[in-house]
């Protein structure tokens, strides 16, 4: 009888352990900022690096084009939309979700800031994960055009004005990943261009009118559902890392 329970038993356990993968199911150490660690610009890495992104509805088949529901959900999400850049972060750290965020995993870290130990992080392994991979090299620095209205003094219709947008890829660091990059869109490509904010947009102004314009142009035609080997190269420490 007791031999009975253990084999029903045993296909639970073995489930059980695969997903308590591995050491005491601690968060990856490698994902987190540490009190030696920099913030640095795109410019520092000495490759041409990918960003990767997790899509929000994956496909049924890897073969499928990337679809634009999988890159963002709405308009406004492009702006401050976030990736993590691949190197020293692998596809498999997708999977890895932090949660019961008492302790903020998700705020901006800085350097000097209090850092997190792998012990600290209540996190599960989301399986559904599943990747999609944006070139830097055709992202950061890209023009868009997009349309805005302009207010001409002493006119009462407002006068449709043409500009040249950029799309910047900035290192905003967080507490549970210190590889996490977000897009930064200007509203021109001349030093001191506006950013445009995410809580600014609205659906139908021109905010979201540049939020299409650079989805077409740059997003759509670069996003990958797999890259080769070859095309992912590790970080230097001297990029991120104070030199003691």
């Known amino acids: 009888m007791a031999s009975v329970q253990l084999k029903k038993l045993f296909p639970i356990l073995k489930k059980f352990s695969k997903i308590e993968n591995v050491p005491a199911m601690l ?8 009190s030696n660690y920099n913030k ?38 492009l702006f401050g939309l976030s990736n993590n ?21 998700n705020a901006n870290w800085n350097e000097g ?10 996190w599960e392994i989301d399986e559904r994960a599943s990747p999609i991979f944006l070139p830097i090299e055709h992202l950061h620095n890209a023009p868009f055009p997009y ?7 002493g006119e009462k219709q407002l006068v449709t004005q043409s500009i040249v ?8 660091p967080t507490k549970c990943n210190f590889w996490h990059f977000e897009f930064l869109v200007k509203e021109g490509k001349e030093e001191g261009g506006k950013e445009i904010k995410r809580n600014k947009v609205s659906t139908n102004d021109w905010r979201d009118d540049a939020a299409k314009s650079l989805l077409k142009i740059t ?5 990958k559902r797999e890259i080769h080997p070859q095309e992912i ?6 990029v991120y890392c104070a030199v003691a």
């Open 27 to 34: 968060y990856p150490n490698e994902l987190l900022p540490k």
């Open 113 to 122: 800031d209090p850092v997190l130990e792998p012990k600290d992080i209540v």
């Open 85 to 105: 850049l691949v190197g020293i972060y692998k596809i498999e750290h997708l999977k890895c979700v932090p949660i019961k965020d008492e302790k903020n995993y």
């Open 147 to 153: 349309d805005k209205p302009k207010q001409i003094k």
């Open 40 to 77: 640095f610009e795109i410019e520092d890495l000495p490759g041409n690096y990918f960003l990767l992104r997790k899509s929000k509805n994956p496909p049924q088949s890897k073969s499928d084009d990337v679809r634009v529901d999988e890159i963002y959900s709405d308009g406004k999400d």
């Open 219 to 223: 997003l759509k035609n670069i996003a």
């Open 165 to 172: 947008g950029v799309i910047l890829v900035k290192h905003f």
């Open 233 to 238: 190269f590790d970080i230097p420490a001297q």
